[in-house]
């Protein structure tokens, strides 16, 4: 079977090297195996997001030579369908109310997940009807979770397991403003979608076993997995959408596409040296195995 890749990105600025690094990876991945890749914008945060972005990013990625098959519905347009598979949950009994406040939430002295997730301890899951009644607000609703071991064997990261009940504990899946969290969204998406193979930066490799909770309890069959290396700037810092001078609004004056994707791919351990090369010319040469696992330092070759 061709695999089917994706691109997910968030329509809120200009793509970074970090953005483009995994969307080159995950073209790369698919591309060289002949297969199809899905672009979907994520536009859950419409205070965040716009067309005008949304547009921006189709051009770089076009520029890059990173094409794909289809775009799919962009997710702001979505809450009738993710409001199907809210249902879903509802009628296992799985979903319950939550009227923690963001503060009550900090103050727990518990770990939390790299993605500054705080691990639930349970507080709202057996109230009484009149305790909810008492709260006399609207809560957000999250999904209960099982005690059991969840395993991605990531095609980067190799073997990456996490138990949800003690390491993330229930978690939302709708917030209090009606709005369908990033979880949720994402896994109907790419289910629904027939994705295969999900390839993305490792700040998202502990998301996966929350994906693959939820595709089991829609019917989905778990995608392969992939989770790329960061790109750090040179202080160690993560690339953000604030590091203007490294987007590719300025990296474009400045370079041509080959010789980007060139650099990328050399820093990454891809190809020798950091050559022109087009994303076409390296798909024949990609593989899994050369690609570097650890966090990526930039250095003067790209900027
Ligand atoms: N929309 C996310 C981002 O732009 C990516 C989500 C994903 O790949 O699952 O960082």
Known sequence: ??????????????????????????????????????????????????????????????????????????QSQRSHIYETYFDVLKEKELLYPCYCTRSQLHS??????????????????????????????????????????????????????????TDCGDFVVRRADGVFVYQLAVTVDDGEAGVTEVVRGTDLLSSSPRQMYLQELFGFPHPAYGH?????????????????????????QRLAAEKLIGSLACTAGLIEKPEKISARELATVFSWDKLKKDNIYLDNQIL
Request: charged share 25%; with cysteine.
């Open 1 to 74: 079977m061709k695999p089917v890749g994706r691109f997910a990105p968030t329509p809120s600025g200009r793509m970074h090297l970090g953005n483009v690094f995994a969307a080159l990876i995950a073209w790369l991945s698919v591309r060289s195996r002949d297969g199809s890749l899905v672009l979907r914008m994520e536009d859950l945060d419409t205070q965040r997001t716009s067309d005008e972005f949304a547009q921006v990013l189709r051009e770089d990625l076009l520029w890059l030579g990173l094409d794909w098959d289809v775009e799919t519905q962009p």
């Open 108 to 165: 727990v002295n518990a770990p939390h997940l790299s993605d500054g997730t705080y691990v639930y301890p349970g507080t709202c899951r057996s109230l009484t009807s009149e305790q909810r009644a008492a709260f006399n607000r609207l809560p957000s609703w999250r999904v209960k979770v099982p005690d059991k071991l969840w395993t991605v064997e990531d095609l980067c990261q190799g073997t990456y397991t996490e138990d949800l009940a």
């Open 228 to 252: 790329v290396p960061l790109l750090l700037a040179p202080d160690g810092r993560r690339l953000s959408k604030r590091d203007k001078d490294l987007d590719l609004g300025v990296l474009r």
